[in-house]
């Protein structure tokens, strides 16, 4: 759906925008405690497995949350419908061999390119902060790879039950190659995080707990015996 920058439609789009940052925030806290843990305690299968679902949370809001970004860039809720109108768009003028899930990519790219140039921009000049890490740590350039992984490891390791999570994907790999990069968006979209001491009222996400927490609401406990 289309909207315009302050109407309803964007005012809901940012509230979610927020939810979904948090949700990510939330993960990748997860992930670093369980990280902690690990460390200082040892490890074993089941912390192996939450610690994995806590990254691939983490992968799965921080992509979600960069889809919504991008929506409200191009003021369209449907993002791979916009992307399959500009390619109907472009094939008018002249043959373009390319799918909507590969604009995307690009799109994803770009974003995370501006970001990393800004990074390197702010160390160069020195004002980058005192916790930055050596300029050597950043490449000048994002892999060309980076954001089909970045949509195939959201799509499989959480998004779908897919055989190739236990066989075929590496998140250890992927973590190796390309977590300097979800980094990089990651704090570029603390912007959205949730602050001062009073938890902002979500509307209809907030609602769902009201309803839960009202005198009377039925609660089904035998799943607590699953």
């Known amino acids: 759906m289309k909207f315009e920058a302050g109407d ?5 789009h940012c509230i979610v925008l927020v939810h979904e940052f948090f949700r990510c ?13 690990m460390i200082t305690q040892g490890r074993n299968r089941e912390l192996s497995c939450k610690t994995y679902n806590a990254y691939a949370r983490f992968i799965h809001h921080l992509y979600e949350f ?9 003021k369209n809720t449907d993002v791979n ?8 768009e472009a094939k008018k003028v ?20 501006r970001i990393l140039n800004k990074r390197r921009a702010s160390i160069i000049e ?5 916790w930055e890490n050596h300029i050597s740590y950043y490449p000048e350039s994002v892999p060309h790879d980076f954001a089909p992984e970045f949509r195939k490891y959201r799509n499989k390791i959480i998004g779908h039950v897919a055989y190739e999570r236990s066989s075929k ?13 979800l980094g990089l968006i990651y704090h570029e979209g603390k912007y959205w995080r949730i602050r001062g001491s009073e938890f902002p009222d979500l509307n209809e996400i907030t609602e769902f707990s009201l ?14 015996k699953l």
């Open 169 to 181: 994907l590496s998140l250890t790999e992927f973590y190796n190659k390309y977590h300097k990069y």
């Open 126 to 130: 020195g004002t980058a902060p005192c």
């Open 81 to 88: 419908g916009f992307m399959k109108d500009c390619i109907r």
């Open 25 to 37: 925030e939330e993960s990748f806290k997860e992930f670093a405690l369980l990280g902690e843990t």
């Open 8 to 12: 309803d439609i964007d005012s809901n």
């Open 66 to 74: 960069m889809l919504g970004c991008i929506a409200r860039e191009v």
């Open 94 to 113: 002249k043959d373009v061999k390319i799918d909507h899930t590969k604009l995307l990519d690009n799109y994803v790219h770009s974003h995370t390119q």
């Open 211 to 224: 309803m839960i927490q009202s005198e009377g609401t039925e609660y089904d406990r035998t799943t607590d």
